[in-house]
Structure formats: C-alpha cells, structure tokens
C-alpha cells in the first residue's frame, strides 16, 4: 500500500499547484494526471539508479522497506513541487518559430 502512494500521490501535488496557478478544470487536470505521473516517477527512477552504490536497482524489493518509501516520497514530492515552476519557465521564456516555404517544384511546372 505505501508504495501505490509512493507511485501515484506526488503526482496530485503537482496537479494541485497548477490548478491553483492556472485555474484549470478538472477534466484537464484528470486528462494530465498520467503524464506527470510519467514524468516524476522517470525522474526519481533515473536519481535512483544514478545515485545507488549497488551495481543493480531492485525497485519492486525496495517498495517493500519503510525508510526506502520515505526517501521516495520526499524526493518526488520535491521534484513534484519543482515541475510546474520550471514547466512555467520555460513556455514564458522559450519560443519556437516555424517558417514553411513552398519549393520550387510546384512553380517550374
């Protein structure tokens, strides 16, 4: 049971807070509730592996300890927290121009 709350729970963190900033339905919020779930377990996952001093990861074992929960909740509530700031960040500050220009195919003929 602590792991499925490990798993699933950050990710309302991280809808909550863009729900207040944003105001967003609740339609929306459900219909993005996979992809950042996605999302923060991917990068937990990859902290994990990264920082673990075994040469393998066992996730599925691991659920099964206490301190192993606590550790993972802390951290993915900590990136759940993070996500919508930097998500915010980006789409203010990074913009993407296409430009399509018809060839000269199309003139020749």
Do not use: Q
Request: net charge positive; glycine share 2%; aromatic share 16%.
């Amino acid at each position: 049971m602590s792991g499925f709350i490990c798993l699933f729970f950050p990710s309302f963190i991280t809808l909550n807070i863009i729900k207040n900033r944003n105001h967003l339905s609740y339609k929306d919020l459900i219909i993005k509730y996979p992809l950042y779930n996605l999302i923060i377990n991917l990068i937990v996952f990859v902290i994990i592996v990264l920082f673990k001093n075994e040469d393998y990861v066992v996730i599925s074992e691991n659920f099964n300890m206490m301190m192993f929960n606590i550790r993972y909740i802390l951290l993915a509530s900590i990136i759940a927290i993070i996500i919508p700031y930097i998500k915010e960040f980006l789409f203010k500050n990074i913009k993407v121009k296409l430009l399509f220009l018809k060839g000269k195919e199309n003139n020749e003929k």
